[in-house]
């Protein structure tokens, strides 16, 4: 097999999410993240790939190797849940500046943080995702050197988007920094930071959301085409949410026209009617358990209440997991950038994020079906998937591993060969 071959596998089995970090480790003449006839962003090989840098990529790539907060981050006061791992405390807050609030994803923590580390000069940039300026449903990697730019890319990014594209240029840079992505981004910077010092030493913070996964490019344009009756050809401008708790989803077309539907319109009202691509669907870390602070949102049973929705001003449930987090909130409090509004505990999040226990629990048996079926299965280390698919029960494991082998046997875990 070949080491293009090799690489391709990632892909060709779905474990691919796009973070780009491969491209930036091998540099964009060997290995180029595009947009190829499926509609993801996936690596294509375009100069020589040895097998020894597909050795490394596979060590580094999210899709076949995650872990838990590293060793090196918990501390004496460390509690770990069954569910939600490692973690000092966990509590309701949300940005103290009523507009950040407002135009945040839920209550602004996430954006409020990214502020506060910029106006303090504690990091020269923000490594984040805004609206893409190429594709308006993707994402891109931005930096942000002001508050203003920080507030400008508030708000979810639910489409394809590869933060990490040009990661090892910023590293190059010297600079220290903060990232905000998705927890698979930073699965993919906790690897690069075993084989790199400088990811510990430069990356001050790794902030994340709590994702539930996101929107396929397929999906994307089922939704334009048949609910909303648009050309996806003439979309100029696309917010999935924000300005709100979770705020419309506003398409603008190239003609000035505005299309806004609830976020529950896009979504639907529950699990069952998420469109998601298959690696979300066997992803063993949605909650961020290797970032410094996690951001969720608490909507009781998972998802927002059309009737109440519009009077929701935004709060989000923090899930503190390091010693550098706890105390980055602490400062971001004083200084007036964060409101706290109490604590709360796992059960708390279960409540509020039931799929995220739901596939914690199922993702053991899902692993295996992938086995069975001769599948690539990410690696994992320090995410408690035995003890998961212990506490899941015989009976539900059983039929999780079985339902994963038909996805498998029914084309749903296989891609085309990257191509363009």
């Known amino acids: 097999m070949t080491p293009t071959d090799r690489l391709n596998i990632i892909t060709e089995d779905a474990m691919c999410i796009g973070c780009g970090l491969c491209q930036s480790v091998t540099g964009r003449d060997v290995v180029r993240v595009e947009i190829v006839e499926t509609g993801y962003e996936r690596p294509v090989v ?5 097998h ?3 050795d490394r990529l596979m060590e ?4 076949t190797h995650v872990e838990g907060l590293p060793e090196r981050e918990r501390t004496p006061a460390t509690k770990t849940d069954l569910i939600w ?3 000092l405390t966990m509590t309701l807050a949300h940005a103290a500046d009523p507009e950040v609030r407002h135009r945040g994803a839920t209550g602004g923590v996430l954006t409020a943080l990214g502020m506060y580390l910029i106006d303090t000069g504690e990091v020269d940039f923000i490594l984040q995702a805004k609206a893409s300026s190429r594709v308006p449903t993707f994402g891109d990697a931005a930096l942000s050197h002001s508050s203003a730019e920080v507030l400008e890319a508030a708000g979810s990014r639910y489409g394809p988007t590869a933060p990490l594209v040009e990661v090892m240029a910023q590293l190059d840079k010297g600079r220290p920094f903060a990232f905000v992505g998705k927890p698979c981004d930073i699965a993919a910077l906790r690897n690069l930071a075993r084989v790199d010092e400088r990811v510990d030493r430069l990356v001050k913070y790794m902030l994340t959301p709590v994702c539930g996964g996101f929107m396929p490019p397929q999906g994307m344009a089922r939704f334009l085409r048949d609910e909303l009756h648009i050309d996806p050809d003439q979309v100029t401008g696309f917010r999935y949410r924000g300005y709100g ?3 419309l989803t506003r398409v603008e077309m190239a003609d000035g026209t505005v299309h806004e539907r609830r976020y529950t319109d896009f979504w639907g009202t ?4 998420w469109m998601l691509p298959f690696r979300c669907k066997v992803c063993p ?4 358990e290797a970032a410094d602070i996690a951001a969720s949102d608490t909507w009781p049973g998972g998802s927002p209440d059309p009737r109440t929705e519009d009077d929701d001003p935004g709060t989000n449930a923090m899930v503190i997991r390091s010693a550098r987090g706890a105390d980055l909130v602490d400062r971001a409090i004083a200084a007036g950038y964060l409101t706290l509004t109490g604590p709360v505990d796992p059960r708390y999040m279960d409540s509020v994020q039931p799929h995220q226990r739901a596939k914690k629990l199922a993702v053991g048996s899902r692993h295996a079906g992938l086995r069975d079926a001769g599948k690539t299965v990410p690696r994992t280390e320090r995410l408690r998937l035995d003890a998961l698919t212990e506490a899941l029960g015989p009976e539900e494991a059983a039929r999780q591993r079985a339902g994963t082998r038909e996805r498998v046997r029914i084309g749903k875990a296989t891609e085309p060969t990257p191509k363009v």
């Open 285 to 288: 870390d949605g909650i961020g």
């Open 46 to 50: 375009h100069g020589a790939l040895d």
């Open 52 to 54: 020894a840098t597909v």
């Open 245 to 247: 708790c979770p705020g």
């Open 60 to 63: 580094l790539c999210p899709g």
């Open 85 to 87: 791992g490692d973690y």
């Open 270 to 273: 529950d699990e069952s009617m």
